[in-house]
């Protein structure tokens, strides 16, 4: 089992979506005061155990421990242990190697109903993490050699199931510090619905997942959620089930546990900067603020909750030098209680800025409060000047089409600017079908024309309703993230015919635009090629959304009024943001 490579969630997307290869690195480790410690022991040979849950079921786990160099017997005395909790079998023990090499056991399990444990395959949730709980019990108390201090290791999969098992421990554990990468913020939102359309995400990852002894694919809590959301039965919504499996809405238990979180995702990423919305929450969370609202400048942050984004894919770089080094640091400072200077930071988001090719330390996000708006102009304009005439241009909805668009490009930069966060696109149109399916891609012109996409979203028409108490806005009360309840309940009609409102939710970015380039964006009716996930409508909203044409309106646009469609941008300064000091990962 020894030779297994970790697969990662990326690679289990049905739409063929591959691995990311987990690229090694090179360079110093990241926050450049603490020199990770050279590899002092070595790996022993893997040691296969069972651990008995609470209502009987057996989880099949394998450990390894330091040894010492010259004899191979276990190193003497004891040492913390690192837990990661595995769904895709093969106990992917050989990704602890590092820490194992640096004083550290570590454990691989087999996640409930899959591999050789026991028991039923869910997706997530509470039972989930009571057998985390209890396997950080097992390890701490009862697995030979433990030291009684535990932290949680893994990534994607094998990092979301962190934040239940965090939240399952209680307070004062032996649960120490997890991190948590590669991971999203809210499933609904992120990875199994998109605008309130599903994905075939969940299914995907059904079909790559080997099943334990006592489970049935066919039968289990997990095929639930796979046959509902393709049917359009209560799970295809927003409603408590997903609520129930949103990492935003665990973290104030989470942090009321006392348990720190280092959590790292990819601009390139499954889902985008998915990670953010974790951060937020952690630092809101802490000091007693509304969860989900930004995290402004001057208002104080923690060491604890820290973010790593960088310009990767899924998984990429996270078994690389500079990923590790930061990990180990991390475990260090919350298990071994070494003076690394980690946790006193003052600006625990380290985000990468694309095309500035720089590490951005920072504590607030979104980092600034600029925004502007660029209004879709008759004959493919992008303007900061609000129209004054009535402009329409149309799409058509097809079940097969993905060249159906428009587009809309500015004049070059007279200056540059960073987009730093999440934009909103609103679009007034009406439709002749009896719902809307409408998506946008965000991209920057260079002056030679090459087209770099910096983000998309789409939004289902029925779907459009708003959550005023949810959304983000920049200076001047524009809106910068458009929030909807995607629930039955808050579904409204379309009107055919009738010109609408959509506020489509465009993903985060952090990006320098230089002096020159020009904002374009890219309305399509159906999701293009190179969206960030594939879409499976429902066989009712694809019979809602067939054979329907959109008359997108360009004006006129009066304060508070009126139906000109809109590019709302998060926009700074580049002066605002300097280069880290620290290296947090490879810039490619």
């Given at each position: 089992?020894?030779?297994?490579?970790p697969?990662?969630?990326?690679?289990?997307?049905?739409?063929?979506?591959t691995?990311?290869a987990?690229?090694?690195?090179t360079?110093?480790?990241?926050?450049g005061s603490?020199?990770?410690e050279?590899?002092?022991?070595?790996?022993?040979?893997?040691?296969d155990?069972?651990?008995?849950?609470?209502?009987?079921?057996?989880i099949?786990?394998e450990?390894?421990?330091?040894?010492?160099?010259a004899?191979?017997?276990?190193a003497?005395?004891r040492f913390p242990?690192?837990?990661?909790?595995n769904?895709?079998?093969g106990?992917p023990?050989?990704s602890?190697d590092?820490f194992v090499?640096r004083?550290?056991i570590y454990?691989?399990?087999?996640?409930?109903?899959?591999?050789?444990?026991g028991?039923?395959?869910s997706?997530?949730?509470?039972?989930q993490g009571?057998?985390g709980?209890e396997?950080?019990n097992?390890a701490?108390?009862?697995?030979?050699?433990?030291d009684?201090?535990?932290?949680l290791?893994g990534?994607?999969?094998?990092?979301?199931?962190?934040w239940?098992?965090?939240?399952a421990?209680g307070?004062?554990s032996?649960l120490?510090?997890?991190?948590?990468?590669c991971?999203d913020?809210n499933?609904?939102?992120?990875?199994?619905?998109?605008?309130?359309?599903p994905?075939?995400?969940?299914a995907?990852?059904?079909?790559?997942e080997?099943?334990g002894?006592?489970?049935?694919?066919?039968t289990?809590?997990?095929s639930?959620?796979?046959?509902?959301?393709?049917?359009?039965?209560?799970?295809?919504?927003d409603?408590?089930?997903?609520?129930?499996?949103?990492?935003?809405?665990?973290?104030p238990q989470i942090?009321a546990?006392?348990i720190p979180?280092l959590?790292?995702?990819?601009?390139k990423?499954?889902?985008?900067?998915?990670?953010l919305?974790?951060?937020?929450a952690a630092?809101?969370?802490?000091?007693?603020?509304p969860?989900?609202?930004p995290v402004?400048?001057?208002?104080?942050v923690?060491g604890?909750y820290q973010a790593?984004?960088?310009?990767?894919?899924?998984g990429?770089?996270?078994?690389?030098?500079?990923?590790?080094?930061?990990?180990l640091?991390?475990f260090?400072?919350?298990?071994?209680?070494?003076?690394?200077?980690?946790?006193?930071?003052?600006?625990?988001?380290?985000?990468?800025?694309?095309?500035a090719?720089?590490?951005?330390?920072?504590?607030a996000?979104p980092?600034?409060?600029?925004?502007?708006?660029?209004y879709l102009?008759?004959?493919?304009?992008l303007?900061?000047?609000?129209?004054?005439?009535?402009g329409?241009?149309?799409?058509s909805?097809?079940?097969?089409?993905?060249t159906?668009?428009l587009?809309?490009?500015?004049?070059p930069?007279t200056?540059?600017?960073?987009?730093?966060?999440?934009?909103?696109?609103?679009?007034y149109?009406a439709?002749?079908a009896?719902?809307?399916?409408?998506?946008?891609t965000?991209?920057?012109?260079?002056p030679?024309g090459?087209?770099?996409?910096?983000?998309?979203g789409?939004?289902?028409?029925?779907?459009?309703?708003?959550?005023?108490?949810?959304n983000?806005?920049?200076?001047?009360?524009?809106?910068?993230?458009?929030?909807?309840?995607f629930?039955?309940?808050?579904?409204l009609?379309?009107l055919?015919?009738?010109t609408?409102?959509?506020?489509?939710?465009?993903?985060?970015?952090?990006?320098l635009i230089p002096?020159g380039d020009?904002i374009?964006v890219?309305l399509t009716?159906q999701?293009?090629?190179?969206?960030?996930l594939?879409l499976?409508?429902t066989p009712?909203?694809?019979?809602?959304?067939?054979?329907g044409t959109?008359t997108?309106?360009?004006?006129p646009?009066?304060?508070g009024?009126?139906t000109?469609?809109?590019?709302d941008?998060?926009?700074?300064?580049?002066?605002q943001?300097?280069?880290?000091?620290?290296d947090w990962g490879?810039?490619?």
């Amino acid at each position: 089992m020894r030779g297994r490579i970790p697969i990662f969630l990326a690679t289990l997307v049905a739409a063929g979506l591959t691995p990311a290869a987990a690229v090694a690195s090179t360079g110093s480790q990241g926050t450049g005061s603490w020199p990770p410690e050279p590899a002092s022991y070595g790996v022993s040979k893997p040691v296969d155990v069972s651990v008995t849950m609470d209502d009987g079921v057996m989880i099949s786990a394998e450990v390894v421990y330091p040894t010492d160099p010259a004899t191979g017997a276990r190193a003497a005395g004891r040492f913390p242990v690192l837990l990661t909790q595995n769904p895709y079998g093969g106990y992917p023990t050989t990704s602890g190697d590092y820490f194992v090499e640096r004083g550290y056991i570590y454990v691989a399990s087999d996640v409930r109903g899959t591999g050789t444990s026991g028991g039923r395959v869910s997706w997530f949730g509470q039972r989930q993490g009571q057998d985390g709980a209890e396997l950080v019990n097992w390890a701490a108390h009862s697995l030979s050699g433990s030291d009684g201090k535990v932290g949680l290791d893994g990534c994607s999969y094998l990092g979301v199931d962190q934040w239940f098992t965090a939240d399952a421990v209680g307070r004062n554990s032996a649960l120490k510090a997890i991190a948590p990468f590669c991971t999203d913020s809210n499933f609904y939102d992120d990875l199994t619905a998109d605008g309130g359309i599903p994905t075939p995400f969940v299914a995907g990852i059904g079909k790559a997942e080997p099943r334990g002894p006592q489970d049935d694919p066919a039968t289990d809590p997990q095929s639930v959620t796979i046959a509902q959301e393709a049917d359009g039965g209560p799970r295809s919504y927003d409603n408590a089930y997903w609520q129930s499996l949103d990492v935003q809405r665990l973290i104030p238990q989470i942090v009321a546990n006392g348990i720190p979180a280092l959590t790292e995702a990819g601009w390139k990423d499954l889902f985008p900067g998915g990670n953010l919305g974790d951060y937020v929450a952690a630092q809101n969370a802490y000091f007693h603020r509304p969860l989900t609202a930004p995290v402004t400048a001057g208002e104080p942050v923690t060491g604890r909750y820290q973010a790593i984004v960088g310009p990767w894919t899924h998984g990429e770089n996270v078994n690389g030098a500079v990923l590790e080094s930061i990990r180990l640091e991390w475990f260090d400072t919350w298990l071994k209680g070494e003076h690394t200077g980690m946790a006193d930071t003052a600006t625990p988001l380290h985000i990468f800025e694309n095309t500035a090719s720089q590490w951005v330390d920072t504590a607030a996000w979104p980092p600034s409060s600029a925004a502007s708006a660029y209004y879709l102009g008759a004959g493919g304009t992008l303007g900061t000047v609000a129209p004054t005439s009535t402009g329409n241009s149309t799409l058509s909805w097809a079940a097969a089409s993905t060249t159906n668009s428009l587009t809309y490009t500015s004049a070059p930069l007279t200056t540059g600017a960073v987009l730093d966060g999440p934009s909103d696109l609103t679009v007034y149109a009406a439709s002749t079908a009896t719902d809307a399916e409408l998506t946008a891609t965000l991209n920057v012109l260079s002056p030679a024309g090459a087209v770099v996409k910096q983000a998309d979203g789409v939004l289902l028409g029925s779907q459009r309703k708003l959550d005023q108490a949810q959304n983000w806005y920049g200076a001047g009360n524009v809106l910068l993230q458009p929030a909807h309840p995607f629930t039955r309940e808050s579904q409204l009609p379309v009107l055919p015919g009738q010109t609408t409102r959509y506020d489509i939710s465009l993903l985060a970015n952090f990006t320098l635009i230089p002096a020159g380039d020009r904002i374009q964006v890219v309305l399509t009716s159906q999701p293009p090629a190179n969206f960030h996930l594939p879409l499976a409508p429902t066989p009712q909203e694809q019979a809602n959304l067939a054979g329907g044409t959109y008359t997108i309106s360009s004006g006129p646009y009066t304060v508070g009024a009126g139906t000109a469609s809109v590019l709302d941008l998060p926009l700074a300064s580049p002066a605002q943001f300097t280069a880290s000091s620290a290296d947090w990962g490879p810039s490619s």
